[in-house]
């Protein structure tokens, strides 16, 4: 297994700047494509953004395409999401979630382990 735990999370004024990181332990970190999903109040887990294994191969919701960026450090095994240009409607828990499989790689069903999750909040 593998264990995750997110942070980074937080309160930031519409147009600012968070960046996410994700901590894992317990396997190798590198056998494992790593995903951002989150989820809003009242509303259903959507997909955030996506990472391979080597860090080569990245997919983004066409929501956050151009704002957000998806990145891993396979020595510190952890991945991050930079968020730039934050909007009210990004205002969501993140999780970070990791798989060893990756076809269904923008579905939740699609992976295997997941973080305790993280608040980001932004304010209009």
């Known amino acids: 297994q593998v264990q995750l735990v997110e942070s980074g999370g937080g309160l930031v004024q519409a147009g600012g700047s968070l960046r996410l990181s994700c901590a894992a332990s317990?396997?190798?970190?590198?056998?494992?494509?790593m995903g951002w999903f989150r989820q809003a109040p009242g509303k259903e887990r959507e997909f955030v953004a996506t990472?391979?294994?080597?860090?080569?191969?990245?997919n983004y919701a066409d929501s956050v395409k151009g704002r957000f960026t998806i990145s891993r450090d396979n020595a510190k095994n952890t991945v991050y999401l930079q968020m730039n240009s934050l909007k009210p409607e990004d205002t969501a828990v993140y999780y970070c979630?990791?798989?060893?499989?990756?076809?269904?790689?923008?579905?939740?069903?699609?992976?295997?382990?997941w973080g305790q999750g993280t608040q980001v909040t932004v304010s209009s």
């Open positions: 317990g396997r190798t970190f590198s056998n494992y494509r």
């Open positions: 990472l391979s294994r080597s860090g080569g191969t990245t």
């Open positions: 979630a990791a798989t060893v499989g990756g076809s269904r790689w923008y579905l939740g069903s699609g992976y295997e382990y």
